[in-house]
């Protein structure tokens, strides 16, 4: 059995402090402090800062994270191969996704799993692609969706899918062409996108086009671009996965060069071989081959 303190110490680091973190576990507030401050006497170091806001980890307690993360991995793991031989499919999967994989892929996909495999637990993070990719380097997550990380250490990586990138434009924007965006096309014109797309691949649509940071706003989400678009206070970014359900009256054009993100299914190497994990792995690439056979997505594909 998994040693409570190893999981308190987990979902007071989830959580952010001990209340909540009793609240999950379903127990006292005074049984998670006891539990931090026996594992903390074991260790001989505290693994918390408190204070009146909540818990943060101490610079010994990252040192540790990483390896009270694999014990319970390695603990729930054991409990699946040992329900898989008694017959039973159970088990725990916790995976990662930015907004548009989790609006348009995990819906469909979770679906079809919990038909095959009911008594398998999904639990879903949205979040941004390096919290994503760092959460499963640590063992907080099974597996995630995110772009394709670069020589990125202590992650299995495996590229998914190309998703084209589009220019997002008022309606009333004309081109030199009236079919595709080129240099002369976006001179003199704010850029808005997201925060985190900026060094990933759209940046490198951004370069091409000589576009200065000092033109580039940022909004929240997806669907905020579109807005801001639509009201006339720039330019968007945004690829076609992202387009596949968003509404605005905007134009969605293509680039006169083409640009793509890549994104990437992520897991660790031990992680993928739990059983549950396994079988989610395989659901994922069926999942992508029948619904995008090129390998590649467009603005077509989205709207079909």
């Given at each position: ?44 170091f505290?693994?918390?800062?408190r ?13 540790i ?13 054991l409990e ?13 999967i916790?995976?990662?996704?930015f ?23 999904i ?12 959460a ?10 995110t ?39 976006l001179?003199?014109y704010?850029f ?10 759209t ?20 669907q ?25 009256e ?33 659901n ?15 603005i ?5």
């Amino acid at each position: 059995m998994l040693p409570f303190p190893y999981l308190v110490f987990r979902t007071v680091i989830e959580q952010g402090t001990f209340y909540k973190a009793s609240v999950v576990l379903n127990v006292t507030p005074s049984a998670i402090s006891h539990s931090v401050n026996q594992l903390e006497t074991e260790l001989g170091f505290p693994v918390f800062i408190r204070s009146r806001t909540g818990v943060k980890l101490t610079p010994d307690g990252k040192k540790i994270l990483p390896l009270i993360q694999e014990i319970i991995n390695d603990q729930n793991r054991l409990e699946q191969v040992a329900q898989q031989i008694k017959g039973l499919d159970t088990g725990l999967i916790r995976i990662g996704a930015f907004s548009s994989a989790c609006i348009n892929w995990l819906p469909p996909l979770i679906q079809n799993f919990e038909k095959q495999f009911p008594k398998v637990k999904i639990a879903v993070r949205q979040a941004g692609f390096n919290e994503i990719t760092q959460a499963v380097k640590s063992g907080q997550l099974d597996l995630g969706f995110t772009m394709l990380p670069e020589n990125e250490q202590g992650v299995v990586s495996e590229k998914l899918l190309e998703d084209e990138i589009y220019c997002i434009a008022p309606e009333n924007f004309k081109t030199e062409t009236g079919i595709s965006v080129g240099h002369r096309d976006l001179e003199d014109y704010n850029f808005i996108l997201q925060q985190g797309d900026y060094d990933l691949d759209t940046k490198a649509a951004l370069d091409h086009y000589a576009i200065q940071p000092t033109a580039i706003q940022f909004s929240i989400d997806d669907q905020s671009i579109v807005a801001m678009v639509e009201a006339g206070l720039g330019l968007g970014i945004l690829p076609a996965l992202a387009l596949q359900k968003m509404q605005g009256e905007v134009q969605i054009l293509p680039f006169n060069t083409p640009f793509f993100r890549k994104i990437a299914l992520v897991t660790s190497s031990q992680q993928r071989l739990a059983p549950s994990t396994k079988q989610m792995i395989k659901n994922v690439r069926e999942f992508i081959s029948s619904k995008y056979p090129s390998g590649v997505l467009t603005i077509e594909d989205a709207r079909r």
